[in-house]
């Protein structure tokens, strides 16, 4: 109800227009309050509410197949019967150990006063009972004293001459590869800050001070920079190249806050079978960073609709792709917003969306050129659906409201988001660059901040360096230790070629 002032203009053209702008503030605040009461339940929802987003709506999960969006909040009949079954906790089968673990054979055998039968006779060993048992030795510190001799002529005054060594990574260090990988390990595999792996040096006996562990892990960057070239060679080859980036914290930049914050960007692409991962540290977020690091880049580039990305993807050569996921995601917000038991427009947007996953899903196994023909045939129709239920739906719902701003992203990405059914081989969202990043995201919440730029752009080469290990298939210790043994003499090309994760088959650590 609209509280009228006490004194209204006898002039009818005055009273109409005074008429209208209440109606318009009226419309604004009502508006205001379905924004806030809508950002009030989402952010109870990640506060308390499960984070899948397939949670947001269990009926419609994101790969269901088909399922109409008005199947979705059918009432069940209150007459109807269920029958509820109580399910039965089956035991799991245990996986086995893998095969390329040492194994230690202990033979269990009768004890002498039962190998003689009741009949008599004397009892012989007709099969055997294997079981496996996993053992762990606790890690184990030695150390390596290098003796060199020295020779000397006894008849004559010519200089004495000292046997070599093998070329040491650090030079004067007490660090072998073996602790290297150790450190390289703990630090950006198992987010294990500096300052606690020097307790656990400290519970052997082994007093380092995390300043010389820092002080270790930026020289073993530095050392590892002619890998890193060849691998952003590789990249910039790829037909496909994801983007992301994340906040970091560095605490002393020159000429800035400690509170300020600096990005950490994520680029994954390469052949299939030669997947390369980087990791990049500037201070700045500007459009001048992507376009820096891809420079010369030929190929499809996909991000999300952040506009740092749009001057590299208006250079010649380069085609934009959209997200799916991320416009997903705005629907999903909408979603859970919605009164509960009934069904919304998210829902039928949702709905079309897992089509196409389901598609992706049912293709994923096959080659480029039958997956590129079902998104010709298959996913083209339903994605002229959902652009036809957008341009009906458009018109009707404002950017304040969660639903406004979900069918927005999707209006204003819309060129970007379909051209992923060009090439069997295109991807339909940014996911590989999000699993890229993410063990990044988990160790930052362990170190929470780097304290040099040295550090962070030390975290960066090695993130990339175990990152790429891992995703080429590779234990992330033993190739470390692999590729730090022979690092030293390294000098060709052909040599640090030959230590690239794809090029090399380390041998397990034992």
Request: charged share 25%; aromatic share 6%.
């Amino acid at each position: 109800m609209i509280s009228m002032p006490k004194d209204l203009p006898d002039d009818p053209v005055l009273l109409k227009q005074l008429l209208e702008q209440m109606l318009r503030e009226r419309k604004s605040d009502k508006g205001k309050i379905v924004h806030l009461e809508e950002e009030n339940a989402l952010l109870r929802q990640r506060l308390f509410g499960r984070k899948s987003e397939q949670a947001a709506d269990a009926a419609t999960p994101q790969l269901a197949l088909f399922n109409e969006a008005e199947s979705i909040a059918a009432p069940v009949s209150e007459e109807s019967e269920e029958e509820v079954v109580t399910p039965i906790k089956r035991r799991g089968k245990r996986k086995l150990l893998p095969a390329e673990l040492p194994r230690i054979e202990v033979i269990h055998e009768l004890p002498e006063h039962q190998l003689t039968c009741v009949c008599g006779c004397r009892k012989h060993a007709i099969g055997e009972e294997v079981s496996e048992q996993l053992e762990i030795v606790p890690m184990q510190i030695r150390v390596i004293k290098h003796v060199r001799k020295v020779y000397g002529c006894r008849d004559c005054e010519t200089a004495p001459v000292t046997a070599g060594k093998p070329a040491q990574l650090i030079e004067k260090s007490m660090a072998s590869p073996s602790v290297l990988a150790m450190l390289l390990t703990t630090k950006y595999v198992d987010g294990l800050p500096l300052h606690r792996f020097e307790k656990v040096l400290g519970r052997h006996g082994i007093d380092i001070p995390r300043q010389t562990l820092a002080r270790w892990v930026i020289q073993c960057g530095e050392h590892f920079q002619p890998l890193l070239n060849l691998m952003r060679d590789g990249l910039l080859g790829s037909r496909v190249i994801h983007c992301d980036e994340t906040r970091v914290q560095v605490l002393k930049e020159p000429d800035r806050e400690p509170s300020s914050q600096s990005w950490m960007w994520v680029q994954t692409g390469g052949p299939p079978d030669k997947p390369v991962i980087l990791f990049d540290y500037t201070t700045s977020r500007a459009q001048e960073v992507p376009s820096r690091l891809l420079e010369g880049y030929r190929g499809y580039l996909m991000t999300d609709d952040y506009p740092g990305y749009n001057a590299l993807g208006a250079q010649a050569g380069v085609e934009r792709l959209g997200c799916w996921t991320h416009a997903r995601r705005k629907f999903v917000e909408a979603q859970k917003v919605q009164p509960k038991g009934k069904t919304g427009r998210a829902d039928i947007a949702l709905n079309l969306i897992s089509k196409l996953y389901g598609i992706e899903t049912a293709y994923k196994e096959k080659s480029d050129e039958l997956r590129k023909k079902s998104r010709q045939d298959l996913s083209c129709h339903v994605m002229e659906q959902l652009r036809e239920w957008l341009r009906k739906t458009l018109p009707y719902v404002t950017t304040q409201t969660a639903l406004g701003k979900a069918v927005t992203y999707l209006a204003n990405n819309w060129e970007k988001l379909k051209r992923y059914v060009e090439e069997g081989y295109l991807p339909i969202d940014n996911n590989a660059a999000e699993r890229a990043i993410r063990p990044f995201v988990i160790g930052r919440k362990n170190w929470l901040f780097s304290d040099t730029p040295k550090g962070a752009k030390a975290s960066a080469q090695l993130y990339s360096l175990v990152e790429t290990a891992k995703a080429n298939g590779h234990e992330p210790y033993a190739w470390l230790l692999h590729a730090l043994e022979r690092l030293p003499m390294a000098i060709s090309v052909e040599d640090y070629e030959a230590l690239l994760p794809w090029n090399c088959s380390p041998a397990s650590p034992r």
